[in-house]
């Protein structure tokens, strides 16, 4: 009930209210490139707070104003959102749409810093199709550019996904040796966000390398900073991790209550990732309390969700986790 009750009040947190006042009263007059600006930056608030139909709307109406402005740093600016935006929705598609646009754009400014940020989108779109080895080639492009340019939080971000490739590649070491390296620049630029992150991917580094106490105890400050900045997609990450540790622990009661929670939040959002995973360990969580039927019925909605959102990566684990359910 806590969670629930902490989750209602991000939407009037003092941050989104500038966001969504200043959009509201001062866009006439404006220049284009400065509406451009203001619709990403409220794009990327509803994001956060997990509103993504919103998000989608103010991402249409950034690039709208950016194509409308003539400036290609605005519309690399735009389609960098749209690109993020999509994956965060599983749309791969039309993700790799909006990235041949963004490249093509970003290849012919003297700014690097919009090629590097183009870099960094290829490099999730791998990721995200399960191309690793492609991904960390192009966040390593993406890293060179940032640091030559000197920016500091996107060398943090890029580090925190190289960290994250490795932790799919079961490379759990290497991981957190770029989640200690992105630590330290976000601790002295004091991001949160960016601790926050980094403490949830540690936390899945050990608890893959079975050091499930160290993985609940970063879990928890995570999840700690993520109610308190109100990153709702961060937390319906956490709370999954969380209730997996739980799970692992045979602890049954904390496992379902965590799970539950994730489940509703990604569910509620539109994290179509992040619902798909959490069905997978309910199914995981009632297999190993004996009740096969809710294992098998969690694990076909999770089959069902990979399947009408084209997770073709996802989809043949479930199908194994299925098979293995019904013999």
């Not at 220049?31 to 709307?57: C, D, H, M, P, Q």
Request: net charge positive.
């Amino acid at each position: 009930m806590l969670i629930k009750q902490n989750i209602s009040k991000y939407k009037n947190n003092p941050f989104t209210n500038i966001i969504r006042g200043y959009h509201l009263k001062t866009l006439k007059g404006l220049e284009n490139s400065t509406k451009t600006e203001i619709y990403r930056k409220k794009a990327l608030t509803e994001l956060f707070l997990g509103n993504y139909r919103t998000s989608a709307e103010d991402s249409r109406k950034s690039l709208y104003f950016a194509n409308m402005s003539e400036s290609k740093n605005a519309l690399c600016k735009s389609l960098a959102f749209q690109s993020e935006l999509f994956y965060r929705t599983s749309n791969f598609e039309k993700m790799s749409k909006s990235l041949s646009k963004l490249l093509k754009i970003a290849s012919t400014i003297k700014d690097e810093t919009q090629l590097g940020n183009c870099f960094t989108q290829i490099g999730l779109y791998h990721w995200g199709t399960g191309k690793y080895l492609k991904a960390i080639a192009y966040y390593r492009k993406a890293l060179n550019i940032h640091k030559k340019v000197n920016n500091k939080y996107s060398c943090a971000r890029t580090m925190i996904n190289l960290g994250a490739v490795y932790n799919d590649m079961k490379k759990f070491e290497k991981a957190i040796y770029w989640f200690n390296k992105a630590l330290k620049i976000a601790k002295d630029m004091k991001e949160r966000v960016l601790i926050s992150m980094i403490f949830n991917n540690v936390g899945f580094s050990n608890a893959k390398l079975k050091r499930e106490k160290k993985a609940l105890y970063y879990y928890m400050r995570s999840l700690r900073i993520k109610k308190d900045i109100g990153d709702v997609f961060g937390v319906g990450i956490t709370l999954n991790n969380i209730g997996n540790i739980y799970r692992r622990k045979n602890d049954v009661k904390n496992a379902r209550v965590y799970l539950e929670y994730s489940y509703g939040i990604t569910q509620k959002i539109g994290d179509i990732q992040g619902e798909v995973i959490a069905l997978e360990n309910l199914s995981s969580l009632y297999k190993s309390m004996g009740d096969n039927d809710k294992a098998i019925n969690y694990i076909t909605r999770a089959l069902r969700k990979a399947e009408e959102n084209s997770l073709t990566y996802e989809i043949g684990d479930i199908k194994a986790i299925l098979d293995s359910l019904n013999e």
